[in-house]
């Protein structure tokens, strides 16, 4: 229960650190990927704030535990190849996050001011994200066979 | 330039990388809001291993909450997309953020912070088509 309810606190304070660097805002993303435009660098500094402090945290606290202190072991990804689906789907992701202004964390903290634009972002997202479960499901079955 | 803001983005930057380094550090997972999504959805399938991903996207839906009522001008102001680039756009985001096993904060900000050059090559990429995106659209749908 404590650590369900931590990970709701440290989802609050995901969104909020969302909201302060604007991410939330579509037209301050769209001004960021604008190179050629009115060129706005803000959001690589929220990037480069928060990789700064995952990687501190990487480095210096991760290799000192031997699990999590709330669960029996670290779940990380154990994927190493670049590959065709990684470059493929990052191009994918790339022309959404342009067209839409919107990547998938400030979608969901969006709908909280019922801007219709937020609302359908995160149903066609959802969509997105069922269409690709129900693909690779049927594609890796297939490979089972 | 007018509207670079970059104390108040380190300063989110650095909520969003401590709630994602506490996140790998307290229990074990990491911050990626795409696969966190696809775990929420499916939780179903294994209620076990991903029930917390719901548990997140509950902390999400409070933050936007906080932010509407204290901070509401975080969220810019409404319509001023075309709708079709909306509904295109968050059709794109879902497949491919899955497609490519993360997004901005799966890749951009635990994949950079631990140095997997994966992640690197998925930056880049995203970054690239994104910003050629704008301009096709700055361009050719004013």
Redesign the interface.
């Given at each position: 229960m404590i650590?369900?309810l931590?990970?709701?606190?440290?989802?609050?304070?995901?969104?909020?650190?969302?909201?302060?660097?604007?991410?939330?805002?579509?037209?301050?993303v769209?001004?960021f990927?604008?190179?050629?435009?009115?060129?706005?660098?803000?959001?690589?500094?929220?990037?480069?704030?928060?990789?700064?402090?995952?990687?501190?945290?990487?480095k210096f606290?991760?290799p000192k535990?031997t699990?999590?202190?709330?669960?029996f072991?670290?779940?990380?990804?154990n994927?190493?190849?670049?590959d065709k689906?990684?470059?493929?789907?990052?191009?994918?992701?790339?022309?959404?996050?342009?067209?839409?202004?919107?990547?998938?964390?400030p979608?969901?903290?969006?709908?909280?001011?019922s801007?219709?634009?937020?609302i359908?972002?995160?149903?066609?997202?959802?969509?997105?994200?069922?269409?690709?479960?129900w693909f690779?499901e049927e594609y890796s079955d297939m490979m089972d066979g | 330039m007018e509207n670079f803001t970059p104390i108040s983005s380190v300063l989110g930057g650095l909520l969003i990388g401590f709630s994602s380094i506490a996140m790998l550090l307290l229990s074990g997972r990491i911050a990626g809001i795409s696969s966190i999504l696809e775990n929420g959805l499916f939780a179903w399938k294994d209620v076990q291993n991903r029930i917390w991903s719901l548990w997140f996207i509950v902390g999400l839906f409070l933050g936007g909450e906080l932010l509407r009522v204290f901070m509401p001008e975080s969220f810019g102001g409404a319509h001023l997309h075309k709708m079709w680039m909306v509904v295109l756009g968050g059709l794109l985001v879902g497949f491919g953020s899955r497609l490519g096993s993360g997004c901005t904060s799966g890749h951009g900000v635990c994949g950079l912070g631990r140095l997997s050059s994966r992640s690197l090559v998925s930056v880049l990429v995203f970054m690239s088509s994104a910003g050629l995106t704008v301009w096709v659209v700055r361009s050719f749908f004013p």
């Open positions: 650590k369900n931590i990970i709701v606190l440290l989802g609050v304070l995901f969104a909020l650190g969302l909201g302060i660097s604007q991410m939330t805002n579509p037209s301050k769209i001004g990927l604008d190179v050629t435009g009115n060129w706005d660098p803000s959001l690589a500094f929220v990037m480069a704030g928060a990789m700064t402090v995952y990687l501190i945290g990487y606290i991760f535990l699990k999590p202190l709330l669960d072991r670290f779940h990380l990804p994927l190493i190849h670049i689906k990684l470059i493929l789907g990052s191009v994918i992701f790339g022309i959404g996050w342009g067209l839409s202004g919107f990547c998938p964390g979608g969901l903290v969006a709908l909280a001011s801007n219709l634009e937020a359908y972002f995160v149903l066609s997202m959802i969509l997105g994200v069922a269409i690709y479960h690779s | -």
